[in-house]
């Protein structure tokens, strides 16, 4: 690392942060840039006394920790200093002045050099970083065992059988390398059966499960996206397999069934949980239209598994992307179900934004506090409001809840899925699990979540955080003025295209042949990489390493941030209901990008099982775990669950019209972000009600016999009847009408114009 560096200190360095100004020594080290500031205490008024010895204030900055870096130098004999400027993933901003143009460039060249010139993750921190003894006394590698989560939610070989057993078929990573090793799946399903139906999920990322409520035996399922294609494909393993997914149940043994019945919850909890969802004990209206739009969709469970509780279930498939960009993945061999061959369950489409909207909404948020380093003013709260990024979050919360409402109130089994399944679908999953199990707001359980459904089920960290950086994010500005944007990405007003967003790929596809699937990149956003693709030609040697772990700045996205944002959300709105604070969720994104701990490195459990990262690094959770008060919510209730005590229900929901600013993460005050709403901020804003695209995160229903837009159900026909599937222009026959030929026999004869105004009407 030292060949990266040009210079390694420079004295009287001017640095403003905070709109403060102080001096400070730099130090540019392997793998820190450390400022030093000399605080020299007043002169005692006793002047016999002898003067106080100065004192030295250390703040250490972590390479991988920089977002951005723009150097402005300056002409010899200006007088004027030459200047670096810092924007940190924490958020925070620090302006560097230097006396010497010349140390100012070799400091922006050893920084840029220790930053995005590794080359390698084995050369960031975590590789060398020698944990503080009471770290070393917690191996917080051993804190999740798959096996024991598994059995603590009811599921092993030698315990009753509750439906559903752990299959091996992964456990050399083979069948689908960025799944992990063991896949809880239908104790009826075979491993063959898994087989055959992997070569119908995007990435063989099969539906597998993810949680298994305590008290309804009602399932969490996630996978990716099947290969629909235009031509309708179909496969009789996979509608076999999430039937069976929808169905499993367990075989009660003769000793357990009056136990069971007295410990677990009856009927009448799911009614007291219905007041934990909002501050006047009932629903939201967003909530009431959702439960009433797919509740509109009734399908019949036939087969003679018992009722739970006499509860009508409504198993339900949950799509995550946008209605449009879901079915325009048709034309590029994959999609989503076709419900023809799904009839015993509902799909709904949930509207939420690729990777690219979410990025584009962040950088938003950081045009409008950028100016914290030469300036104490408040954000620009225009911009705040302009960025979309609270109805993003509130729009993940709606959706979760969703998914939780109907497991835990409705009785139903769900599937989740988005485009390959490791980016919204972690998302909703871990905040609806949150929702349902108060195991998973302690400090261990919480712990346990991330590593499930964010690291064990292949969430890429490494491509959505970009932990090597990238050139693309440091900049000379020879002619730049202070204040001007630092951040990448462009500085349109942020208007989404939806359509353009969807079909581009599509386009893309039709004008090359013989394209490979695996490098085509989806229209939902989530860039198919040359590490994934196995088609591509790979160069040997160095530079092919380099280029598989190199940043590419359009792969990243915040969206383990969002999740912690959204987790947020419920913390502050239940203080009492959570073990950990605040600082925790901080901290924790804090060493996301960090690279001092190994636990977030690479894409996929098996890639940090080939870095042997247990042996080489240590784990973020001895960091918390050797620090726990630290991290201990004060005003925790201890989790004790009673569904008759109000505020100690087992359900928790979020109030979607309380959703705010996570103003210390944007290192500003509560003041700042959350004051008083203005005209500015009401006007992007507009009623939390109308969060997502349409009413709520809800963007559209489909069942075997009816396809329902977002908005239908809050305009019921004259007779109060639920809406019929000829009531609604088809979002199939408007993806025909842009030319692409999508469904059987499209003639793509309507105009694009038209299909475009159909699309919109339905997804507005």
């Not at 036939?302 to 949950?318: E, F, R, S």
């Not at 972000?673 to 901020?681: C, E």
């Not at 349409?694 to 239908?712: C, K, W, Y």
Request: a neutral charge; aromatic letters at 8%.
């Amino acid at each position: 690392m030292a060949d990266k560096l040009r210079i390694t200190k420079i004295e009287n360095v001017q640095v403003l942060g905070g709109g403060e100004i102080s001096t400070v020594t730099l130090h540019l080290t392997a793998h820190h840039l450390i400022l030093v500031q000399t605080i020299t205490p007043p002169l005692p008024q006793d002047l016999s006394a002898p003067p106080p010895k100065p004192r030295t204030r250390e703040s250490w900055i972590a390479y991988p920790m920089i977002g951005f870096c723009t150097f402005r130098p300056t002409p010899p004999g200006s007088g004027l200093a030459s200047s670096i400027r810092l924007r940190g993933r924490d958020f925070k901003f620090l302006t560097f002045n230097f006396v010497d143009d010349r140390q100012a460039r070799d400091a922006f060249e050893s920084i840029k050099g220790a930053t995005c010139r590794l080359g390698s993750i084995e050369k960031l921190y975590a590789f060398s970083y020698d944990p503080p003894p009471p770290e070393k006394k917690i191996n917080g590698w051993e804190l999740y065992d798959a096996k024991a989560e598994w059995k603590r939610q009811g599921i092993s070989d030698k315990g009753v059988d509750r439906g559903w057993r752990i299959s091996k078929i992964n456990t050399d990573y083979a069948f689908s390398p960025t799944y992990p090793a063991l896949l809880p799946v239908p104790s009826t399903i075979s491993d063959n059966t898994l087989n055959y139906a992997g070569r119908y999920r995007s990435r063989v990322r099969i539906p597998v499960l993810t949680y298994l409520h305590p008290v309804n035996n009602c399932s969490i399922t996630r996978s990716s996206q099947p290969l629909a294609g235009l031509r309708g494909n179909r496969s009789i393993q996979d509608e076999k397999l999430v039937s069976a997914c929808f169905s499993a149940c367990a075989q009660p043994d003769e000793n357990e069934i009056s136990s069971s019945t007295v410990s677990r919850a009856s009927p009448a909890s799911s009614q007291a949980d219905f007041g934990s969802s909002s501050t006047d004990g009932e629903f939201s209206e967003t909530e009431r239209l959702e439960d009433e739009l797919i509740s509109s969709s009734t399908i019949e469970v036939v087969g003679d598994k018992p009722h739970i509780y006499g509860a009508q279930q409504h198993n339900l498939i949950v799509d995550a992307r946008p209605t449009v960009n879901a079915l325009a993945m048709q034309a590029v061999g994959l999609g989503s179900e076709n419900m023809d061959h799904y009839k015993f369950a509902t799909k709904a489409y949930l509207g939420i934004d690729n990777i690219h909207v979410m990025r584009n909404s962040l950088e938003k948020v950081i045009e409008a506090i950028k100016d914290s380093d030469i300036s104490k003013l408040p954000p620009n709260r225009e911009l705040l409001a302009k960025s979309g990024w609270l109805k993003h979050i509130t729009g993940l919360l709606d959706g979760s809840a969703l998914i939780a409402r109907q497991v835990g109130i409705q009785h139903s089994h769900v599937l989740i899925h988005c485009s390959d399944g490791w980016d919204r679908t972690s998302q909703l999953s871990a905040l609806s699990q949150i929702m349902l199990d108060p195991y998973f707001r302690t400090i261990d359980g919480f712990i346990v979540l991330v590593e499930k459904d964010w690291l064990a089920f292949g969430h890429m960290f490494q491509h959505r955080s970009g932990f090597l950086n990238s050139e693309k994010w440091f900049q000379t500005q020879n002619d730049a003025l202070a204040g001007s944007a630092i951040q990448p990405g462009g500085t349109g007003d942020g208007r989404s295209d939806a359509i353009e967003n969807a079909l581009l790929s599509a386009k893309r596809f039709f004008n090359k042949s013989n394209q490979s699937q695996d490098t085509i990149a989806d229209s939902d956003g989530e860039m198919i990489t040359v590490e994934e693709s196995p088609k591509v030609k790979k160069s040997s040697g160095k530079d092919s390493l380099a280029d598989k772990e190199a940043t590419k700045p359009k792969e990243t996205s915040p969206v383990f941030h969002q999740f912690l944002d959204a987790t947020y959300q419920l913390l502050h709105q239940y203080p009492t209901r959570f073990e950990f604070n605040e600082r925790f969720l901080r901290r924790l994104l804090y060493h996301l990008y960090s690279c001092q701990y190994g636990t977030f490195l690479y894409n996929n459990e098996k890639s940090r099982l080939d870095a042997r990262l247990q042996e080489r690094t240590a784990s973020v959770w001895s960091y918390f775990l050797s620090r726990r008060a630290e991290f201990t919510n004060k005003d925790y209730d201890g989790g004790e669950i009673d569904d008759h005590v109000k505020g100690r229900e087992r359900l928790l929901f979020p109030k979607l019209d309380k959703v705010r600013w996570w103003n210390e993460v944007f290192n500003r005050t509560d003041q700042d972000m959350n004051g008083p709403s203005n005209t500015a901020t009401d006007k992007y804003l507009g009623s939390q009600d109308t969060v997502g695209v349409g009413r709520g995160v809800l963007t559209g229903v489909e069942t075997a016999h009816a396809t329902i837009p977002a908005g239908s159900v809050a305009k019921p026909a004259p007779n109060g009847s639920s809406p019929g599937p000829g009531s609604f222009a088809s979002l199939r026959e408007g993806i025909a009408g842009l030319g692409i030929g999508m469904g059987k026999g499209g003639s793509g004869s309507k105009s694009p114009s038209n299909g475009k105004e159909t699309l919109e009407v339905e997804m507005q």
